[in-house]
């Protein structure tokens, strides 16, 4: 069965450091990779995506992932965050052709102090 | 173009009884997924209907059902609630069902479900 770990359960950072969560997923064949945000008491709102072609990707608010396929990771990153950025983060993984299942991995709580 | 709505907001019912969720989408997608969302499982997928069809079921027992509309709203239906049904239940709703990269998921606020 797919599965998607995260790493890091809580992150902890001042402001203008650097960010970067781990994601790992398991699956063998072809996948579509997101990163989804909650802002507390908002909605999950989309980060970015990958479905093919360049594996990095750009997304909103100055967010980057890479996908590295040989590693089965998906990582998130953000040169310098910024006290709004304090959220949960999740990583979902949709298997190619299966409709829009995905597969979420148990997010990661930001916390960024000013 | 007005996001995804789901009502009621928030619902207290008791053990055994049965309760109704409803999901409108977004305005021309034909895609709707529902998730439960708890502090312990974290999100996971429900089903997906798409043009009034279940095309993914995830791993929920038979008390979880759900169906479309013609004018894609959807509604789940979880009977003989449990203290464990307790969650934050989410709608999604994408065009065409992430069938292209172009297609992207969008949540609604979700309804959250108590149960006594």
Redesign the interface.
Known sequence: AQSVSQHNHHVILSEAASLELGCNYSYGGTV?LFW?VQYPGQ????LL?Y??GDPLVKGIKGFEAEFIKSKFSFNLRKPSVQWSDTAEY?C?V?ANQ??????????TTLSVSS | KAGVTQTPRYLIKTRGQQVTLSCSPISGHRSVSWYQQTPGQGLQFLFEYFSETQRNKGNFPGRFSGRQFSNSRSEMNVSTLELGDSALYLCASSQLGLAISTDTQYFGPGTRLTVL
């Open positions: 579509n989804y909605h999950l709102q989309l995506k479905f093919s999740f979902a949709n299966a409709g829009t299942a995905l597969i979420f991995g148990k997010g």
